[in-house]
T-cell receptor, first 111, second 114 residues
Framework: KNEVEQSPQNLTAQEGEFITINCSYS?????LHWLQQHPGGGIVSLFM???GKKKHGRLIATINIQEKHSSLHITASHPRDSAVYIC?????????????FGKGTKLSVKP | ETGVTQTPRHLVMGMTNKKSLKCEQH?????MYWYKQSAKKPLELMFV???????ENNSVPSRFSPECPNSSHLFLHLHTLQPEDSALYLC?????????????FGPGTRLTVL
């Protein structure tokens, strides 16, 4: 079992829908990251958080440390949001730069 | 050029070939990383360099050999690879290499080993 689990694995939505992607982890962490990977491979860091909630445009990330759970929300989804969303954590005592990655959630937003 | 660039973007090689992947960062960062992304598997960290010194090697086979000649450039030398090494190889950089430093990724090199 992977130390970082994401759900769902695949998600199809209609343009304008509210989207939630979930991430659960089993290790103690010092930080959690949400990344976006577009077709073609390039990865962009969306959020890094260790508590509470962060918002950037239509994207919101929340984390519950006690429950070891994070969610990524997309409001008013758009076809350009279609990508793979990856959750990653850095655990306590982890080596420098050593992120533990989930397998990703593939999001497809239809017009 | 801005951000993190990788060349080539696509590479097909035979098992007896020797090739190199190149990564260059234009962000003034002092840490660089190689990751491997195989189909249906999470990203795997291969190597971390901080201030041009290798600080992490996650038990990567010796057929992968990294080189970091300066803080802006990172290479991954490949020789006698196996078909299971076919994957997307991603380079990243950050300012500092601890867990609070945001990593910036390149577009990746799609490698196919025949």
């Amino acid at each position: 079992k992977n130390e970082v689990e994401q759900s769902p694995q695949n998600l199809t939505a209609q343009e304008g829908e509210f989207i939630t992607i979930n991430c659960s982890y089993s290790v103690g962490i010092s930080a959690l990251h949400w990344l976006q990977q577009h077709p073609g491979g390039g990865i962009v860091s969306l959020f890094m958080l260790s508590s509470g909630k962060k918002k950037h445009g239509r994207l919101i990330a929340t984390i519950n440390i006690q429950e070891k759970h994070s969610s990524l929300h997309i409001t008013a989804s758009h076809p350009r949001d279609s990508a793979v969303y990856i959750c990653a954590v850095t655990n306590y005592g982890g080596s420098q730069g050593n992120l533990i990655f989930g397998k990703g959630t593939k999001l497809s937003v239809k017009p | 050029e801005t951000g993190v660039t990788q060349t080539p973007r696509h590479l097909v090689m035979g098992m007896t070939n020797k090739k190199s992947l190149k990564c260059e960062q234009h962000l003034g960062h002092n840490a660089m990383y190689w990751y491997k992304q195989s189909a249906k598997k999470p990203l795997e960290l291969m190597f971390v360099y901080s201030l041009e010194e290798r600080v992490e090697n996650n038990s990567v086979p010796s057929r992968f050999s990294p080189e970091c000649p300066n803080s802006s450039h990172l290479f991954l030398h490949l020789h006698t690879l196996q078909p299971e090494d076919s994957a997307l190889y991603l380079c990243a950089s950050s300012q500092g290499s601890d867990s609070y430093n945001e990593q910036f990724f390149g577009p990746g090199t799609r490698l196919t080993v025949l």
